[in-house]
């Protein structure tokens, strides 16, 4: 009981220091190690198990939509980057170069991806040819480099993994409809899998992606009122084609330039899980993407038949779901915490008078709640509070961002309830100019996270100058 009461006391509260919480679990759970190699780090086996389950139910939405995987280089030659002007500038200050090949200098210098545009665009014009050859819908997974000044585990690396789709069209109105559809897929995988409620909407023209027409994306609130860009969608319209130049032969026999698009998620929606769902006592992970979803803790395990029963829970358990037993000489108080802090969503103790009893004891992590349940029909029972976390986290995310979303229609009323309530979402009308967005930002401390596509009309007028309103946009303080 002293390592467990150690354990805990290890982790900095929340309400203390909201980053030296999240820092002291993404170290305590076993997530990451950090390296030798300044803001890189080590994903260690449990966080990556945690991208690998994203990476899985990612990857079969995907697929379903039929869209492949690829695999591009990692290396960009500098005179293909520079093909897109608005693109290699908005990328220039972040991006890593490779000089040397061994000891001897390179004749053109190769960047270390940042993404993957120019590397498409060029494959692209090598097969596209005709209007037969179209649509390609490509998606890969890989790491990629931003030389990022600050960073931090998950949220802003140096290196890190991401899937970046990738897909060009005979018609502006079918990449249109595919950036839209897959701005969709990732809200949906966030509010179903990931139990986090998030809101969609339109980039401003100062904060969409680097040689996009429009930029999309999800935008969800953290558990300390900051926002959290968790994916985008860009639709680049014809103006990659033209600098690549990738032409296709329609069926009217004419040359045309095809319209692009690409997408993309990473690691970081591991930070978003820690951020949203998290507490003072470690992780809580939705069931969708937890490595063990159930945890099998025999208690008086020494006595005779605790670990033949616990072993025949696993096997009948793990037909369905990801289970694990824990017959470590370790103390059920210690295992309690251990799996606390990583999160399990179902623990399942187990001991001599429940084995009598025929039943168990079923621990949500969420809430801690515990019920007796027989064991004639513990698979359902289980199932039934996998969904239970999910839902309690869900509506506990919802509530949190319904809290913390103030609307305003004054700069001063911006300012009164951020001070008063604490960061958060904060929405407001806009008249569509840069210069109040930058002047908002400026007074305020908010930036805007995006155009909800679900309009609010809170005011006729803008939030800054008051000149008629545009816009209602979210604003809020990033990570």
């Keep these: 009981m002293a390592d467990q009461k150690k354990m805990v006391e290890e982790i900095t509260s929340m309400d203390v220091d909201f980053a030296k919480w999240y820092?002291?679990?993404?170290?305590?759970?076993?997530?990451?190690?950090?390296?030798?190699?300044?803001?890189?780090?080590?994903?260690?086996?449990?966080?990556?198990?945690?991208?690998?389950?994203?990476?899985?139910?990612?990857?079969?939405?995907?697929?379903?939509?039929?869209?492949?995987?690829?695999?591009?280089?990692?290396?960009?030659?500098?005179?293909?980057?520079?093909?897109?002007?608005?693109?290699?500038?908005?990328?220039?200050?972040?991006?890593?170069?490779?000089?040397?090949?061994?000891?001897?200098?390179?004749?053109?210098?190769?960047?270390?991806?940042?993404?993957?545009?120019?590397?498409?665009?060029?494959?692209?014009?090598?097969?596209?040819?005709?209007?037969?050859?179209?649509?390609?819908?490509?998606?890969?997974?890989?790491?990629?480099?931003?030389?990022?000044?600050?960073?931090?585990?998950?949220?802003?690396?140096?290196?890190?993994?991401?899937?970046?789709?990738?897909?060009?069209?005979?018609?502006?109105?079918?990449?249109?409809?595919?950036?839209e559809c897959m701005l969709n897929v990732y809200a949906d995988f966030c509010e179903s899998d990931l139990a986090m409620p998030v809101v969609k909407g339109k980039k401003t023209e100062s904060d969409k992606f680097a040689g996009a027409v429009s930029t999309y994306a999800i935008e969800a609130l953290m558990h300390d009122g900051k926002a959290l860009q968790a994916g985008t969608s860009h639709y680049f319209g014809d103006g990659f084609a033209k600098a690549f130049g990738i032409q296709y032969q329609s069926k009217e026999n004419k040359l045309e330039y095809p319209h692009q698009t690409s997408w993309g998620v990473t690691t970081r929606l591991i930070g978003a899980i820690i951020m949203t769902h998290g507490d003072n006592n470690g992780l809580i992970l939705p069931p969708a993407v937890a490595p063990i979803q159930a945890v099998i803790i025999p208690v008086a395990q020494h006595k005779p038949g605790v670990l033949d029963k616990a072993n025949e829970l696993k096997d009948l358990l793990s037909k369905d779901f990801r289970v694990k037993?824990?017959?470590?000489?370790?103390?059920?108080?210690?295992?309690?915490?251990?799996?606390?802090?990583?999160?399990?969503?179902?623990?399942?103790?187990?001991?001599?008078?429940?084995?009598?009893?025929?039943?168990?004891?079923?621990?949500?992590?969420h809430n801690r709640e515990k019920t007796i349940v027989s064991l004639d029909n513990l698979q359902e029972e289980v199932a039934k509070k996998l969904e239970e976390v999910r839902t309690g986290l869900y509506n506990k995310a919802f509530e949190n961002r319904e809290n913390k979303t103030y609307s305003c229609k004054t700069m001063d009323e911006i300012i009164k309830n951020l001070e008063e309530k604490g960061d958060g979402f904060v929405k407001a009308m806009w008249c569509g100019e840069e210069a109040c967005e930058d002047e908002v930002k400026e007074k305020t401390g908010v930036g805007s996270r995006c155009i909800p596509l679900i309009q609010e009309n809170l005011s006729d007028v803008c939030v800054c100058c008051g000149k008629p309103a545009k816009h209602m946009v979210v604003w809020g303080k990033a990570y």
């Design 23 to 179: 820092t002291d679990i993404v170290k305590k759970a076993e997530l990451i190690e950090y390296t030798s190699v300044k803001g890189c780090m080590v994903i260690r086996p449990y966080g990556y198990a945690i991208w690998e389950l994203i990476q899985k139910n990612l990857d079969e939405r995907f697929k379903a939509l039929g869209h492949e995987n690829v695999c591009m280089p990692m290396f960009i030659p500098e005179s293909l980057l520079e093909k897109e002007k608005d693109h290699v500038e908005g990328f220039a200050p972040e991006v890593a170069w490779v000089t040397h090949g061994g000891s001897e200098p390179l004749e053109e210098r190769l960047c270390v991806r940042p993404t993957s545009e120019t590397l498409f665009c060029e494959h692209y014009a090598n097969i596209i040819h005709s209007h037969r050859d179209l649509p390609k819908l490509y998606n890969q997974w890989v790491s990629v480099v931003r030389w990022e000044k600050t960073t931090r585990p998950f949220l802003r690396s140096r290196e890190f993994l991401w899937q970046e789709g990738h897909t060009i069209h005979a018609t502006a109105e079918e990449a249109i409809s595919e950036t």
């Design 325 to 365: 037993l824990d017959d470590s000489d370790n103390s059920p108080g210690w295992k309690y915490s251990e799996y606390e802090m990583k999160g399990v969503p179902v623990r399942i103790e187990i001991g001599p008078r429940d084995i009598e009893n025929n039943q168990c004891v079923l621990v949500t992590r």
